[in-house]
């Protein structure tokens, strides 16, 4: 016979709660001998389980704690309620490559022997609003800014670094002897290839950054319920001239399972669940030196969105996220491309 037995009784039956909601219910104790010190611990915890193939992985977060009792036990029942508020994120979620459960994990330590624990799984669904119409900011918040004054002098030089390096080594294959010679010839082909196409791909980006003079995103807000808008606003200043064939901004949700930086299993998978991508009006091509350019528009967050999820510890772990690709065409110029995370709340 167990010397400590437990139970946990919920106030509803089904175990269903809304993110906010008061958890109420009893823990019931029976004793079956003295125990001179015990302590009763209930805490909440979430659990993210993956789904992906080759990435069987779980991850638990412990969200409250509380202690109900502490002292010695007669031989005897005990009754203990109890009162947690259940968080408003994240909720429980099925997704396509992980799911978020949640449950209440009730310890008996003592002094007789090992701990004794239970496990009551509960399920948080999302509390109901009253519709308030499309709530928006007016208040933009810069969260972006870049111009071109970037130096990349210090990168050059690594590249040329490097090419000479290269060079020197393609130098001493001439007067190296044997084996010798074919390491130096390898060795000076890998430093030169590698230092001139450093030095073509920092060139090309130097040049990116010199035709944008200014760059600036402007978001209403980061957090925003299913069915909101983020509003944004788009401005930017040319250094040279240059003509613009398209402008868009695509919003994205993503399931994420990382592990890539566990030693034991270097794992990462990426699932987009919704991709909606939409082109903004714009009122001239032709960009020029003279003044800002700007273009103003939306996101529309679906009404049945998932909300955001972070279940990610020391760069492992799970996580649903939601982000904004901000992109501006440019003719016979590569893409300038710039990403926003937004989080979506209950």
């Avoid at 002292?71 to 099925?94: H, K, V």
């Avoid at 925003?224 to 808008?229: A, E, L, M, Q, T």
């Avoid at 944004?232 to 399972?257: D, H, M, Q, W, Y």
Wanted: net charge positive; glycine share 8%.
């Amino acid at each position: 016979m167990e010397t400590i037995t437990l139970r946990t009784v919920l106030d509803k039956p089904d175990n269903i709660y809304k993110g906010g909601e008061i958890i109420a219910g009893q823990v019931k104790v029976s004793v079956a001998e003295r125990i001179q010190s015990a302590e009763l611990v209930l805490g909440l915890y979430c659990k993210g389980s993956s789904k992906a193939p080759n990435i069987l992985k779980t991850i638990e977060k412990k969200q409250q704690e509380i202690h109900l009792f502490i002292g010695s036990w007669m031989p005897e029942r005990y009754i203990y309620p109890f009162e947690i508020i259940a968080p408003e994120s994240p909720l429980t979620y099925q997704g396509q490559i992980f799911d978020v459960g949640w449950y209440l994990k009730t310890i008996a330590r003592s002094s007789k022997g090992k701990d004794i624990a239970i496990k009551s799984e509960i399920t948080l669904l999302k509390e109901k609003r009253m519709p308030m119409g499309n709530e928006v900011k007016n208040s933009e918040e810069v969260v972006h800014s870049q111009s071109s004054g970037k130096s990349l002098t210090g990168c050059f030089s690594v590249t040329l670094a490097f090419t000479f390096i290269g060079i020197y080594f393609a130098w001493k294959t001439f007067s190296a002897e044997g084996d010798y010679a074919g390491l130096y010839g390898w060795g000076g082909t890998i430093l030169i290839t590698f230092g001139l196409i450093a030095f073509f791909l920092l060139t090309y980006t130097a040049l990116i950054n010199r035709r944008i003079k200014k760059a600036e995103v402007r978001l209403g807000s980061r957090q925003v319920n299913p069915g909101g808008k983020v509003p944004f606003i788009l401005t930017f200043e040319a250094n040279t001239p240059f003509e613009i064939e398209k402008i868009s901004a695509t919003l994205r949700g993503n399931e994420i399972v990382d592990f890539f930086r566990s030693s034991k299993n270097k794992k990462y998978l990426k699932q987009c669940l919704y991709e909606n991508r939409q082109e903004l009006p714009f009122s001239q091509k032709k960009i020029s030196t003279k003044a800002p350019f700007q273009v103003k528009g939306e996101s529309l967050i679906p009404k049945d969105a998932p909300c955001s999820i972070d279940l990610m510890e020391s760069g492992k772990g799970m996580a649903l996220s939601w982000e904004i690709e901000f992109a501006i065409e440019m003719k016979k110029w590569p893409d300038w491309i710039h990403f926003e995370d937004i989080t979506v709340q209950p």
